[in-house]
Nanobody, 126 residues
Framework: QVQLVESGGGLVQAGDSLRLSCASS????????TAWFRQGPGRDREFVAA????????DHADSVKGRFTISRDNVNDTVYLQMNSLKPEDTAVYYCATTFSFGAPFYYGPTEYRFWGQGTQVTVSS
């Protein structure tokens, strides 16, 4: 069983930046592909970004491309989501999710991910 813990959320103003972190217990995050999802009020959980095992391949949702960047530090066993130029519509609970690769670099659907954190709230005021 893998437990994920997200941190770094908070209340910011539009245009500000935040960096979310995802750590695992036990420290095995480097063994899994990892993604960030978010769920805003009254909305379905949506894909934000994903990263493969090595960190050499990533993808981001169109809504965040150019503003958010996913990365991983396999030495420190942590995955990050750098969020710049935040907008009020980015307000959501952000979740870290991991799963086994099975040969794929990553997946886009939330049902593909086996382990989830409890989420961290990001609120962007206008």
């Amino acid at each position: 069983q893998v437990q994920l813990v997200e941190s770094g959320g908070g209340l910011v103003q539009a245009g500000d930046s935040l960096r979310l972190s995802c750590a695992s217990s036990p420290r095995t995050l480097s063994n899994y592909i990892t993604a960030w999802f978010r769920q805003g009020p009254g909305r379905d959980r949506e894909f934000v970004a994903a990263i493969n095992l090595s960190g050499g391949r990533t993808d981001h949702a169109d809504s965040v491309k150019g503003r958010f960047t996913i990365s991983r530090d396999n030495v420190n066993d942590t995955v990050y989501l750098q969020m710049n130029s935040l907008k009020p519509e980015d307000t959501a609970v952000y979740y870290c999710a991991t799963t086994f690769s099975f040969g794929a670099p990553f997946y886009y659907g939330p049902t593909e991910y086996r382990f989830w954190g409890q989420g961290t709230q990001v609120t962007v005021s206008s």
